[in-house]
């Protein structure tokens, strides 16, 4: 293994970490800027109002793209064990 399949697991490692925790950020991101939106229109400054229905969010997209990042995952894990079984 030199440097250059080292820096190749490493970017697929990241990407896979970016692709399977997108929905869920994503997700809540929007949640947070309607919160934020709906905050500033009627002028309610509640700290906590924003933890509950991001928290809810994140949960909900985590369970319906399971098997997207399940998927991702086992691509991914497959990807790394044929690079450890042909000696890269």
Do not use: C, H
Request: charged content about 10%; glycine content about 8%.
């Amino acid at each position: 293994m030199n440097e250059v399949d080292a820096f190749e697991v490493v970017r697929q490692a990241i990407w896979t970490i970016i692709i399977a925790a997108g929905p869920a950020v994503g997700a809540a991101m929007l949640v947070g800027i309607g919160i934020a939106l709906f905050q500033a229109l009627t002028q309610i400054q509640e700290v906590t109002l924003t933890f509950i229905p991001k928290i809810i969010v994140i949960l909900l997209m985590t369970a319906i793209s399971a098997p997207f990042i399940g998927a991702q995952i086992f691509a991914f894990t497959n990807e790394v064990y044929g690079r450890i079984a042909t000696g890269f």
